[in-house]
């Protein structure tokens, strides 16, 4: 199966763009008729039955029957067992590790995602476009690949997963009965029961199906490519959960394993088995063809697993959405590195260089985007925001030394000067990523105060460590005082690239526990809980009263919105019987709790600390629709786990770039591409923050939104005291009479009572405020249609803004006032008690 060994050439090239989109075209139009209903779920059920027990069986039957095994390299098959049993175990073994609680099921669907690849429907038309020509045998070992998941790992993790269904039964089942699910499990799978069946009749056959079996077999072969794919978009229709700010953090990490320690780790076992032998060009090809194969997106049955043991079926459904499309991009670009030949070394290094002034460029921009959007925010003096400030000021750096070191003329000081600057800015982005998690960790599962502490130790690492090493480097290494052209920026040689290594394996490993512990011993966690607990509470009431509302109509309707509305207060009154550690977040989160061992006067210090860092805090969120009490929320974890993330993938690939360096392996079509991703993800890191955290809503949209609003609406919202209530439309009109005669008292009592944080006799609450009374009491059904009844009273005059600005009712912590008085209430008077 190894007969040519020359390189794709121009003609496969050509062939990959339409592949790849066909099949994410036609993965498209799936999700589009899935999502408007053109196929219903019943129809899709049918479609997904023939694809598993017609189409593939017959395309993986022929496959193996035609298939000559005499000419299969089973070193190759041998590697990419390896290498999806490391995979498989590395993803198992850390599900159980970072976990709360020893959870197998949990950790056996995780390595089934990790390892179970979309071969047939997603891999068979790229493979098969990209090596028919030169090695069209490489696409018949995806039919030998996919049992090593189906019938080696994946049995594996059914028996976890039967295991941890049998702890949380009531009625247990015996070790003999979860191995035989197990077993039933695998011998009913049908690309199983065709890889056994096609091995069976490779022999009866002699390699050769009879005309009439073959043509019938083509053409439910033949209908199989479309069809899944198809079947795959409608898949997945509704498969995106969420349920708090971390919770991209798994599929995220899983996406991960699958997408890039997958392809990095089949690249590197392969190379050390060597398949090829002597033939190193032979080797080289299946190398890369594995480096392809693990880019291959996970597939779709894993959901099915995750659905039938009952783990983790939202965090599944959301990481095989995520992985597909993250694989477009990645399978393209692997692709097409593969398929390109390597340039000559001058070549290269002018197109590297290229791409370094340009990244270098776009990240000045994005760090000086970031810099003014944390100052106008008044974030930079916020923990944790506050290390991100001194991240986003070396990645800054790090830019500008990229810039300068291509741009500028060298002599030899100018060379060291641009050396330190470059080097400084590198080493420090590393640091401070890991001093950033390390913050976010203790904050959380310690307190606030520890942080506070510990911030001149955090200095030390960020900068004072990079500078040392800096200078230790220029000391020690031979003075160089031009551009290595073999090394790029690497200009001091072996020197740097140990430091390199050091820095960044030390730094990753730090990371990594940190967020370990972060994830298994926050102390706000059970705060989302508690919180969606609470939330949840008062949708049901909520829904009872809205169910309720709907069914009357009329002056029944009114009636029954009356006396809701007086139980409100009731219900107001039963939320603050929330746990005490809510009330009080600020000093029991952001202190250390009492099983520490500090004294009284330490423990007064640290609340002086917290104090003074929560009038900061107040300072930044003034003229904001955010809380200053909502600790939780300013801390932006989840924002922060995702730079973290992509930090943490930065400092992979430039590892993996720079052991590559020091070994000395040859540089290949492969290590182009890991090269300039590493340059991309070194020198560009302010793009990636910029993302996170340049276009902040409440500092950036927001007030871009508001003023446009403002702008554009002002005439809508806006009306003269002279004009007639005979003047607004009938709707408006409705609900301007409706909230006057049966509401607006019981309003103001609730709303005005339980608006925290403001005075009474100001008049003034809150939108959001507002919008949870509509909805507690019926008179809207969801927070949309109370946004719309808002709008009504605040074109009707009922009610207006606090700070007499314009523009439409929002949701949101804006502040409002009742501009309406009876013949009840006095002049004076503004709220009734």
Partial sequence: MHNSTTQPSSNAFNDLYPAILECFGIILLGYVAGRTKIVSPSNSKGLGNYVTYFALPALVFKAMVEMDFSTVNWLFWSSILISKTLVFAVVYFAALFIS???????????????????????????????????????????????????????????????????????????????????IKGLVTNPIIVMVVLGIVGNFAFSHKLPVVISD??????????????FFLGIGMVGKMKKTNSLFFLTPMLLIGCKLIMMPLVMRQVILILKPGGADTNLTEAFSSFGFLYGTIPTAPPVYMYAILY????????????????????????????????????AETQYLLSTVMVDVGCIGIACCFWILVVFVLSKRYNLIPHHFTTHLVVAQLLASIGIVLTRTVVDTSWVMILKSVVLLIGVFSTRCWAALLAIALCIMRCRSLCAVLRLRLAFYIYGWAVPTLLVALIIAIAPPVYSVNQQSGVFQYGDWQLIASIIILGFNFILAVIALIILHRKDRYRHLYEVKAQASSADCSEGEGETERMLKASGQDREKLSIQESDQLSRRRESNHNLPSDIEDMRTTYQTCSLSTNCNDAQRETCRRRTQQHQRLTVKAMDGTDLDPDDVV?????????????????????????CVWKLSGESQNSLYLMLEFLDTVLAYCQGFFTLAVFGFDTQNVIIPFYNAMRRLLCRKKYRRSSTDEVDELDEDTKHTVQQFTQHHIHTCKKDILKDSVGLQQS???????????????????????????????????????HADRTHGGFQDRQVLYKFDYKDESESDDLQVVT
């Fill in 310 to 345: 009952g783990q983790s079926e939202d965090v599944i459904a959301t990481s095989m959405v995520l992985c597909t499309f993250a694989s477009a991009p990645m399978m393209f670009i692997t692709a097409t590195m593969v398929n390109l030949p390597v340039q000559t070394s």
């Fill in 633 to 657: 929320a300013s801390h932006q974890l989840g924002r922060h786990i995702l730079l973290l993330l992509f930090l943490l993938l930065s400092m992979t690939i430039g590892f993996s770039v």
């Fill in 216 to 229: 019938f077999l083509s053409v439910l072969a033949d209908s199989f490519s479309a069809t899944a794919l």
């Fill in 762 to 800: 100001d008049g003034v609450f809150r939108g959001t405020d507002f919008v949870d009374w509509l909805v507690e009491v019926g008179l809207a059904i969801d927070r949309e249609a109370a946004v719309v009844y808002g709008n009504r009273l605040l074109i009707g005059q009922i009610i207006r």
């Fill in 100 to 182: 709360r609680k020893i959870d197998v099921g949990r950790a056996g669907i995780f390595a089934i995602f990790a390892t179970q690849s979309n071969d047939f429907a997603l891999g068979y038309p790229i493979i098969n476009s990209m090596y028919k020509l030169h090695h069209p045998d490489f696409v018949n070992y995806l039919y030998l690949m996919g049992p090593i998941s189906l019938a080696i790992l994946n049995p594996i993790g059914f028996l976890s997963m039967e295991i941890q269904r049998n702890r949380q039964a009531t009625h247990r089942h015996s070790r003999l009965v979860m191995i035989g699910h197990a």
